[in-house]
């Protein structure tokens, strides 16, 4: 069935309702599972509209989940889901079918596959390209455990070009281990997928030849059916490309519909009578049985909410920071020849479409391959251009190596726009920017920003593109503050501070407030509530830089400061609080000193709004804490 619209009423579907385990799937007859799965994609429609949340992925795996839980002993047989946008399909057929109106909702089911959610979900995900080499552990742990059972993991043509994913796939053959892969191939990842390797796969459906399994297990060749022929708009292959991953050593199946399920049942039941590294190809499509989805694939990666409230109409709505990146990288494009821009496969999410379209010839998407993204730009700025490096802070995460010895070590010219910083609310712990300050600021040569508003922003990148080496600003998923963005960019002062509020002045005893990045404009809320409670004066400094910091202006304002607090939108531990301490440790001022971020945990999803206030971090919890410190401190005097 093709459906055109979401549905606001929950549909009927009485063989879904009746599957609470997938055992209860294993025993119906073959012949229901295609209306399993179109019952199973209309609850689908039906929850991504209530919930939002990832949803062209999901929809596009429907017959794969319904024949992998058919054919496969789960919970005893390990499915490995590789980054988790796909996972919803399986959520529903383990036991959480009525929980996935809640899903990336405070309390609700995780976005992504979560080991303490289900002994369904055996690996905990977010970030791609790791299930084959979770499902090798898992394989090589069971053979070591003499306790044999199928591992299959799932993973997308996106997430295989990364180099994790042939690591792992190079290590399986060396160990000869009983794994299954299945690619889902849908040319696309966030974005369109780019790269060799997609026009490797193009070429393979182009050759024209489908390796097909009989019921023995036997592989045998077969002339492609026509529905693969108009699937790829790729250019024809050429006699070059032969079979990467039998090359590699595994034995390689396909490619299948990836939405006919009973050819799917088919297929993997006899795969089963295999052993070693298998990978069976198959073809599916992002948004599969949603028109509209299935016609703008991109735009249907993800979803709000259909019964959100409404949004009160405003004069003007602020720029998110990605936009303020995306436009600054044009801006300065066009005033230096020098700027070259790199994004491991989020072109869209940072940005940078406007950019990709004027200067194409500027502009790499190295796909998902952050240590790539990373070393790729240390080798430009050796040639003396100026790349920019647009990545989210939980993806940097995984160039880190890259961004001491390739960047920093070597004090190469590269600029850092590190988008989702802080909390990014539903999307949960494994994408949370909370680390960013920590692992970058024990790195010599390296500058660290962070704006308070949306107009910083553009003068930071404007600031770190101009320093003749490592910087790095980074700022936080959403919308700004509303402020007016000033078109001239000027540089700051690297390592200068700014005052921005100081309330109650008159008053003797002093509060002072270092606030950095998203924390400023809030810290000012509550230093006013403060002054006025308390009949103190309290400062706020807009710290700006993580790296170096003002300790100039710090040991101005110590001789007459009473209390220190440091808010940081980032784990306490490490962060930028503690750069302070370690600064006045050193120079031996004495002071009491109250950091506030985030604790040492990993948050569960909720909204940015409410994981703020959980943490205390919004204006109440800030005012809250400094107060409970000052009486505190108060009673010791």
Known sequence: MLYTEIPAQRPVTPLLDGIDHPQQLRQLAQSQLAQVADQLRQYILYAAGQSGGHFGANLGVIELTVALHYCFNTPNDRLIWDVGHQAYPHKVLTGRREQLTTIRAKNGLAAFPAREESEFDTFGVGHSSTAISAGLGMALARRYQQSACEVVAIV?????????????????????????VILNDNDMSISCSTGGFAQHLAAIWEKGQLVNIDADGQAFIQSHPDWCYTSRLHKPATDAADNLFKAIGFDYFGPFDGH????????????????????????????????????????????????????????????KYSEVFGQWLCDQAEQDSRLLAITPAMCEGSGMMQFAKQYPDRYFDVAIAEQHAVTLAAGMACEGLKPVVAIYSTFLQRGYDQLVHDVALQNLDVTFGIDRAGLVGEDGPTHAGAYDYAYMRTVPNIV???????????????????????????????????????????????????????????????????????????????????????????????????????????????????????????????????????????????????????????????????????????????QNAIHQAWLKLLQTV
Do not use: W
Request: with cysteine.
């Open 156 to 180: 997308g043509d996106g997430a295989m070009t990364a180099g994790m994913a042939f690591e792992a796939m190079n290590d399986a053959v060396a160990h000869q281990a009983d794994l299954i």
């Open 260 to 319: 006919d399920v009973n050819q799917l049942v088919t297929v993997f039941e006899a795969l089963k009578k295999r052993k070693g590294p298998r990978l069976i190809h198959i073809y599916t499509k992002k948004g599969k049985g949603f028109a509209p989805a299935e016609a703008d694939q991109i735009k249907y990666h993800a979803v709000s909410r259909t019964n959100s409230a409404p949004v009160v109409a405003q004069a003007t709505v602020a720029p």
């Open 448 to 622: 660290i920003m962070a704006p308070k508003d949306e107009n910083e922003c553009r003068q930071m990148l404007h600031t770190a593109y101009l320093y003749p080496g490592p910087a790095a600003v980074r700022y936080p998923r959403g919308n700004g503050l509303g402020v007016e963005i000033q078109q001239q960019m000027t540089a700051m002062e690297i390592g200068k501070a700014e005052s921005v509020a100081c309330f109650q002045a008159q008053h003797d005893e002093k509060i002072t407030i270092l606030a950095f990045g998203s924390r400023v404009s809030v810290a000012v809320t509550a230093a006013e509530q403060l002054a006025a409670a308390l009949e103190v004066a309290v400062q706020v400094i807009n710290m700006r830089f993580v790296k170096p910091l003002d300790t100039q202006l710090i040991c101005s304002v110590a001789a007459t400061t009473h209390l220190f607090v440091t808010v940081e939108e980032h784990a306490v531990m490490a962060g930028a609080g503690s750069a302070v301490n370690e600064f006045l440790a050193q120079a031996q001022i004495v002071k009491p000193i109250l950091n506030l971020g985030l604790p040492d945990e990993f948050l569960p999803q909720a909204s940015h709004a409410e994981m703020l206030k959980d943490c205390g971090l919004d204006a109440g919890g800030i």
